[in-house]
């Protein structure tokens, strides 16, 4: 069974950092792009930053650009995001999600993983 | 950037009824439009990839087309269980490769 489960979220003030973790299981993780995406709660979906499946390219979301770094370290089967300088309206559920396909990089998602909550607030 | 909007915010709709949601884009996207459908509390699950290609496990109630700039996600017979909130998303649009529109909320009528 294809699996996604994020950890690191929590409680953080306004201008430090987090870092979000998320481990794969049940297909070969080395095979495809992964991505973050993030979810106010009651409110929609923001992509916020994607690495492709070589890690050769990543991109972010320009609401994150300059603060936010994604990694992904193959042999751990685990995706990264390393959040810096958050603010407040970082505050919303982060989703790890998989592309859809075998070395295809900025495709649609599936699965998500069931989301980390990440607070911002003093 | 292509902004991507979805019609109507919220539908009401009575089971076993047919809905029609709609997802336009600011410009053409050619057929990279994905559909998701999400419940209180859980994850987005995929429903539709191309504009029109059912994810593997989707009942074939659910159904998508169109190509350019408008799409459409139609839902025939709707079940209990399809009542929750709809999400297209426009993918590969490289420097922005993802927007998301902004979901429809398909409610028991």
């Known amino acids: 069974e294809v699996q996604l489960v994020e950890s690191g979220g929590g409680l953080v003030q306004p201008g430090r950092s987090l870092r979000l973790s998320c481990v794969a299981s049940?297909?070969?993780?080395?095979?495809?792009?992964m991505h973050w995406v993030r979810q106010v709660p009651g409110r929609g979906l923001e992509w916020v930053s994607g690495?492709?499946?070589?890690?050769?390219?990543?991109a972010y979301a320009d609401s994150v650009k300059g603060r936010f770094t994604i990694s992904r370290d193959n042999a751990k089967n685990s995706l990264y995001l390393q959040m810096n300088s958050l603010r407040p309206e970082d505050t919303a559920l982060y989703y790890c999600?998989?592309?859809?396909?075998?070395?295809?990089?900025?495709?649609?998602?599936?699965?998500w993983g069931q989301g980390a909550l990440v607070t911002v607030s003093s | 950037e292509i902004v991507v909007t979805q019609s109507p915010a919220t539908l009401s709709v009575s089971p076993g009824d047919g809905a029609t949601l709609s997802c336009r884009a600011s410009?053409?996207?050619?057929?990279?439009i994905a559909w998701y459908q999400q419940k209180p509390g859980q994850a987005p699950r995929l429903l539709i990839y191309?504009?029109?290609t059912r994810a593997a496990g989707i009942p074939a109630r659910f159904s998508g087309s169109g190509s350019g700039s408008v799409f459409t996600l139609t839902v025939s017979s709707l079940q209990s269980e399809d009542f929750a909130v709809y999400y297209c998303?426009?993918?590969?649009?490289?420097?922005?490769?993802?927007?998301f529109g902004q979901g429809t909320m398909l409610e028991i009528k």
């Open positions: 999600a998989r592309v859809g396909s075998r070395w295809g990089d900025w495709e649609w998602f599936d699965p």
């Open positions: 049940g297909f070969n993780f080395d095979d495809y792009a």
């Open positions: 690495i492709t499946w070589k890690s050769d390219s990543v």
């Open positions: 410009q053409s996207v050619s057929s990279n």
């Open positions: 191309g504009a029109s």
């Open positions: 998303q426009h993918y590969n649009n490289w420097p922005h490769p993802y927007t």
